[in-house]
């Protein structure tokens, strides 16, 4: 086993293709909306990439067949911009894991002449949102304005302590190796996984992109876990006995 390995699967003709990551995070607000749209629009995996970096073990599919953990990269035809949006189940483990399966990330992503990077995540609130507004940052200022126009707000110094792992490192490599690079994060508890944040996020996406999605599958992902939520409060609220209904249990 390589360090590092790319296991190419097609070799789709796409138009100036932009590249979107949405890898388990805080609310797996990416992974969310990167799923969404490889289910939603028409898809084909276009490589698997492979790392020493990523966690010892395998998935088991419903034939109970194994297969290591790995990235995928998929192609995504649109009505807008062709998309490669990649996703997976794991981040790399260790601080150059990092570095290297990001690099390796973008290598795909320079294979298809590809200059727009996109990373998608969430920013953690540690309160429960109502209004996801999507936050952002980007390898250049002059991308900005174009971003701001989608609604996307750029806060000083936030999200606090920086972006960690993959959405942060493919925004700062992906700037060093010319890329025009942001990163999308919509507001979250953290606590939950939050489709509404990654609704947020996905409309921004499609405005910026020029495409659109069948979005009746993440909103009612979003109706189940506000269930979630309710029941949490209650459980968190807990009954108001009156005297009458005082117990002393010893």
Known sequence: MDEISTEWVAE??????????????????????????????????????????????????????????????????????????????????????????????LDVAAEFDTTDVFALGGVPTGELVEDHDVVGSVSSADLKEDLAEAGVEFRSEEPAGGIVGPSG????LGGK????????????????????????VLAVLEDLLGFDVDEEALDDRADEMEEVVSRLQDMEEGPSPGDEDLRYIG
């Open 169 to 172: 490192l493919l925004v700062g």
């Open 12 to 105: 789709p003709d796409l138009d100036d293709p932009a590249f979107v990551e949405g890898l388990p995070g805080v609310g797996h607000v990416g992974k969310l909306v990167a799923e969404h749209v490889i289910e939603e629009a028409d898809s084909e995996v276009v490589c698997r990439i492979h790392s020493e970096h990523f966690p010892p073990q395998v998935t088991v599919d419903d034939d109970s067949v194994a297969e290591l953990a790995a990235a995928e990269i998929h192609a995504v035809e649109t009505e807008g911009r062709d998309l490669l949006v990649l996703t997976g189940n794991h981040q790399a483990q260790d601080n150059v894991g990092h570095y290297r399966v990001t690099g390796a990330f």
């Open 177 to 200: 190796r010319g890329f025009d690079a942001v990163c999308l994060m919509g507001e979250t508890s953290g606590y939950l996984v939050d489709p509404k944040a990654a609704k947020a």
